[in-house]
């Protein structure tokens, strides 16, 4: 079965860095476009960030832009989200997601997701 298993989460103070992981198994991954959501309590799950099947195109919420690099490894099966000067307001958990199309970032959009790590950043 598909399994997308998250990684990399932790406990940073603000203006620090982490480094995200979701590998997968199960499915194609080249065909798929992944992305990144975060999910604060009581909060919607948002996008953050996806990238495109060969990784030729990326796209980013505006929260994280300038700040956070999605990427890429078709031939390991992995995908990651570099965070860097982070905020307090990152602090959630955060989702890798595939979806069999393009770039999406609705969350309906995706057919796969991991079950998520956590991030929390101190002031």
């Known amino acids: 079965q598909v399994q997308l298993v998250e990684s990399g989460g932790g406990l940073v103070q603000a203006g620090g860095s982490l480094s995200l992981s979701c590998a997968a198994s199960?499915?194609?991954?080249?065909?798929?476009?992944l992305g990144w959501f975060r999910q604060a309590p009581g909060k919607e799950r948002d996008f953050v960030a996806a990238?495109?099947?060969?990784?030729?195109?990326?796209y980013y919420a505006d929260s994280v832009k300038g700040r956070f690099t999605i990427s890429r490894d078709n031939a390991k099966n992995t995908v990651t989200l570099q965070m860097n000067s982070l905020k307090p307001e990152d602090t959630a958990g955060y989702y890798c997601?595939?979806?069999?199309?393009?770039?999406?970032?609705?969350?309906?959009?995706?057919?796969?997701w991991g079950q998520g790590t956590q991030v929390t950043v101190s002031s």
């Open positions: 997601a595939a979806n069999r199309a393009t770039i999406r970032t609705d969350p309906a959009a995706y057919d796969y």
């Open positions: 199960g499915l194609t991954f080249s065909v798929y476009a």
């Open positions: 990238i495109s099947r060969t990784g030729s195109t990326t």
